[in-house]
């Protein structure tokens, strides 16, 4: 219960209901070929990541996401999304 001095103590109930359509329990940070190393921490990890982004791939994105307009088919930028991102896969 969360309380202000200020004002009257007020209890707000909280109802676990589950998880909506098309949440998420959790979200992959890594890639598939990524790895984890330990840490000194026993719960905390180090990302390995198999691949840097280049500066090339990086303009090349960036030019992409700022030319997207609302004339261009959803179909069409999943498939060039899909040659920036290896791991994703269009439906």
Do not use: C
């Amino acid at each position: 219960m969360v309380t202000d001095p200020r004002t009257v103590i007020i209890e707000i109930s909280i109802v676990f209901s589950g998880l909506r359509a098309g949440e998420k329990l959790y979200e992959e940070l890594l890639a598939d070929s990524d790895e984890t190393l330990p840490s000194k921490h026993p719960r905390l990890r180090i990302a390995k990541l198999q691949q840097r982004v280049g500066s090339e791939w990086l303009s090349a994105m960036t030019t992409w996401l700022a030319v997207q307009r609302g004339n261009v088919r959803p179909q069409a930028q999943r498939r060039q999304l899909a040659e920036f991102v290896p791991e994703y896969k269009p439906r």
